[in-house]
């Protein structure tokens, strides 16, 4: 574990989403992420937890672990702000679901898939484990922007 680690435990709830979003959104400031990440990092969260809360078929009062961390990635140079869910679901890699077909028309395209799709078009990396009868989920914003 790194000094950069910090960790919220939460019952996997839609009422929480404001404290999860407050938490993230918190450790990215001590951790001075720039601030034009800030609304990538709140939808991307949003979408993760909500995607859990909804779909991972969790007991009640099952406890997802959220953790922020500066981190190295791949052959990135810089360090990336990375946040990490993990919940004890039903086993699912939301990476290997099939990308939504955007050519259709709103009216006759399947229902699901957009919001993954979104979340790894909004991070710079995405990972999915599944370690110890957990899910987790890694979204990873790179500190310097190119540009």
């Not at 839609?14 to 979003?21: I, K, P, R, Y």
């Not at 500066?70 to 086993?91: A, I, N, T, W, Y």
């Not at 259709?104 to 699901?112: A, E, L, N, Y």
């Amino acid at each position: 574990m790194s000094e950069t680690d910090a960790h919220l435990n939460i019952t996997a709830d839609f009422d929480n989403l404001a404290e999860v979003t407050a938490f993230v959104c918190q450790r990215a400031r001590e951790l001075t992420v720039p601030e034009l990440l800030w609304s990538k990092l709140e939808l991307v969260v949003e979408e993760i937890f909500l995607n859990i809360v909804n779909h991972s078929r969790l007991p009640p009062e099952a406890v997802v672990d959220i953790s922020c961390s500066l981190q190295k990635v791949e052959d990135v140079p810089d360090d990336m702000f990375c946040v990490s869910l993990r919940d004890h679901g039903q086993p699912f890699n939301p990476l290997k679901t099939e990308a939504p077909a955007l050519e259709q028309d709103v009216d006759s395209r399947p229902i699901g898939g957009l919001g993954i799709y979104l979340v790894t078009q909004m991070t710079d990396h995405c990972s999915y484990a599944r370690q110890d009868d957990s899910n987790i989920f890694s979204a990873c914003f790179r500190m310097k922007q190119a540009g």
